[in-house]
């Protein structure tokens, strides 16, 4: 039995591995978020307030950190919307 | 017949001390007077009189507007001369107006013309780099990103009328390419860096360290791109590799080495080498080709070898800076060029280029490298005479990048090589302490 055990380790090993391993999303999907080329050629012909932004984020709970895209009106909106949560708790 | 005689009488005067001498033309709004106009402030700026070239240039607008009418492209020649004058008067918000209506114009006439659409396109992105090279002026960084996204809208505009992988995408792909090696130059500028002397291992290191940037690694990653899909483009008709693109792949390489990838782009190097052999181009040609180094980036995107061969001039490498404000980087193209200021001077330098690693000026992670194998730096003439100047040529030199020269695809040493370094114009050049 232990020697089975023994045998089959490199294989749970290997079906552990296989099961934390992420598969990219395939046909096109949402998820996929654009390059810094199309980013930048998007903003160069929209308003500004329409403009976005992508830079990495690390999401609550994880360290891994991923990149996010966001429209720039969005994401001023919500630094002053903390900036003024935070001006209450602390006054 | 009264309305018209008074007219006369109002108008001749004024024309006549106009152009102080036989008149001739018969109305203030006649045609081809917007050409005298144009042709009389270009001696208006020679003489750098730019006051008097300026209005003379507002007038020719004026008249191109009456005749072929408000949105006609034919004011952009006298409106381009505007700018000009206003620019070098120092006159940003101004130039900043007429830059937008130049857009503007610009803009209306794509429903009616395409390809002078292009046209007007790039003709106001030379005046807006012109705009970005003043090292006077304070939102010169603006200028470059507005040039930047012009071409990027010429870049939809292409995509949308001609298709994504229409050949005539390359050369505005290159622009943005460019666009952002002019970017990243900037933070090379000395008020970014922090002067520097450190010990180690009793050795001196005297330097400028480095302010850390994500813009610097968006960048290179939008030129790689812009790049990868610039091969992609000119492969795309043929199935067997062509000399366009097997010329993309030394841009590639050049981008690489830029960044300080010297790994990827040795190996991309010996790719563009390959593929060069491969569509029959001989050996001792490619040897000839490649045994003459270039200041990187290239201002151009040569598409065949015989281009490339034709830009290769005998005697030392020429290099023109465009401006202090962008440190390193070469005058993108004549049309660029400053006129209406003195040119600072020039140095002869020799060198040698060796295959290996940039040596840093910095005993520190944060450094700028010299370029790639670049030693025994030596400057045989100077103009003007001044030996304060001679430091200022070494430091310049530092932070230009060299392509290797290749033999078989492999970088060689290369002794006793020749640059002729031409200050930008505007460059402060430091004063002989002796004199």
Excluded at chain 2, 139 to 156: D, F, H, P, Q
Excluded at chain 2, 186 to 201: F, H, M, P, W, Y
Excluded at chain 2, 337 to 345: C, H, K, L, T, V
Aim: glycine letters at 4%.
């Amino acid at each position: 039995m232990k020697n089975l055990i023994r045998m089959m380790m490199p294989l749970l090993i290997l079906l552990g591995w296989q099961a934390c391993a992420v598969s990219p999303p395939k046909g096109d999907s949402g998820q996929f978020t654009p390059t810094d080329a199309e980013v930048e050629q998007y903003n160069a012909r929209v308003a500004p307030e329409d403009r976005i932004v992508c830079r990495q984020e690390k999401p609550v709970g994880t360290y891994i950190a991923k990149r996010v895209c966001r429209l720039q009106v969005d994401v001023d909106a919500t630094s002053s919307l903390h900036r003024q949560q935070l001006r209450r708790v602390l006054n | 017949m009264l309305r018209l005689l008074i007219f006369m009488a109002l108008s001749c005067p004024a024309l006549a001390q106009e152009t102080g001498s036989a008149l001739p033309y018969s109305s203030v709004y006649e045609q081809r007077r917007s050409e005298q106009l144009i042709a009389r402030g270009l001696l208006h700026m020679e003489a750098k009189d730019f006051r008097a070239a300026e209005k003379t240039f507002l007038d020719a607008v004026q008249v191109a507007k009456v005749n072929y009418g408000l949105r006609a492209p034919q004011q952009r020649a006298a409106l381009e001369h505007l700018i000009e004058a206003l620019l070098a008067q120092q006159k940003w918000q101004l130039a900043g107006d007429q830059l937008s209506y130049f857009e503007w114009l610009n803009d209306e006439i794509y429903l009616r013309d395409f390809y002078d659409y292009l046209r007007g396109t790039k003709q106001l992105s030379e005046l807006l780099y012109r705009a970005s090279a003043d090292a006077d002026n304070s939102n010169s960084t603006r200028y470059l990103i507005l040039a930047k996204n012009l071409s990027w809208r010429a870049i939809s505009a292409i995509e949308a009328t001609l298709g994504e992988t229409d050949p005539e995408l390359v050369p505005w792909l290159y622009d943005v390419v460019l666009a952002h090696y002019y970017q990243v130059s900037l933070i090379k500028r000395r008020s970014l860096l922090n002067e520097v002397t450190a010990q180690g291992d009793s050795t001196a290191y005297h330097g400028w360290t480095l302010a850390k940037s994500e813009s610097l690694r968006i960048s290179y990653r939008i030129g790689r791109d812009l790049l990868r899909r610039i091969q992609l483009i000119l492969s795309t008709s043929e199935d067997s590799p062509t000399e366009a693109s097997a010329l993309a792949v030394l841009y590639q390489a050049d981008w690489e080495l830029l960044f300080g990838h010297e790994t990827a782009a040795m190996t991309l190097y010996g790719e563009a080498s390959r593929q060069l052999s491969a569509i029959g181009v001989p050996t001792d040609r490619l040897d000839l080709l490649f045994g003459r180094p270039r200041v990187l980036p290239e201002p151009v995107l040569y598409t065949s070898v015989s281009e490339l061969e034709a830009a290769l001039a005998e005697g030392p490498i020429q290099f023109r800076a465009w401006t202090p404000n962008y440190p390193g980087a070469q005058l993108p193209s004549a049309q660029v060029a400053r006129a209406d200021g003195p040119q600072p001077g020039s140095a002869l330098v020799e060198f040698t280029l060796l295959p290996t690693p940039p040596i840093a000026l910095m005993d520190n992670r944060r450094i700028i490298k010299l370029g790639f194998g670049l030693r025994n730096v030596d400057v045989l003439e100077l103009t003007p005479q001044n030996s304060a100047l001679d430091d200022e040529v070494r430091y310049q030199m530092s932070l230009l990048q060299l392509r290797p020269p290749l033999k078989n695809g492999m970088p060689v040493e290369m002794d006793r090589l020749q640059l002729r370094y031409h200050f930008a114009p505007q460059q402060a050049l430091p004063t002989n302490r002796e004199s």
